[in-house]
């Protein structure tokens, strides 16, 4: 079973709360607040993005890649892996 | 005028574009899609997220850095600025 | 052939060139250049770090999880993987 | 004075330990040491210049931005930082 499917609800809540941040924003940038609390806002976004997207890369390295059905599987999942972690080594 | 109020229709179309990728993500999830889909969507949120912070940040540094109304309001901003960066800078 | 061996030349050059970007920093503070000339340096020396790492951790993920000799040796190498990852995904 | 002029022992200390660790992966690659070795170096070589970057960054915003000598310098100190910025927020 796929990570993203084993831990959905704890995944779900973490997506759910990001949103919820991201509609901070939102009202924020509405009613006009101060830009600094725009900024702080967006960085506690990140580090929640961050904390996520690590635990489904990890998730994703040892679930289609470690243990792939079969070889051709596996190689299809290294090259996605290596797409995605070009973005963030950088 | 803050910068963040000058560009609000700006900024509040790409906070909303971000919010429509993070409900992206929570489909993504409720309906078990590869978690290669969940990957790629973190991934691209990353980069909608570093470019609206990397605006905001910029207008902050013009707004309430360099024309801030008098020294303590930009010692001030000058603080809350280096706050922000220490998460980005590491 | 690990894949640091294999493209050792290309590497190694890589590394010398980022040892003499390091140098010219610390050339640039014992002279008391600019400050602002030792943080563009520092900036250009991190772009050239993460290409470098980017191509390590890419043929590590090959070589080492992709074409692992074992079953365990595959293990080990996803493990270290995930390990360096955590200090790029934050 | 200058913030990299005040901390000079300081920052040359911390400059000439990365300087050592980019001599480290040197030697494992030319030994041909195992490829996880020169990942993992190059990963603590990204956490040092990120401590030193946040440092030098922290120290032109204030010393260059907040404490401009005149409203010409300060302008133009703030567009230097922008510029380094956008190599870090993305």
Known sequence: ?????????????????MKGQMEAVERALES???CGDVMQLLASIRGALAGLTSEVV???LHEHVLHASDETARAEAANELAQVLRTYIR
């Open 1 to 17: 079973m796929a990570h993203t499917v084993r831990e959905k609800a704890k995944l779900l809540a973490r997506v759910r709360r």
């Open 32 to 34: 006009e607040a101060p």
């Open 58 to 60: 990890e998730g994703y």
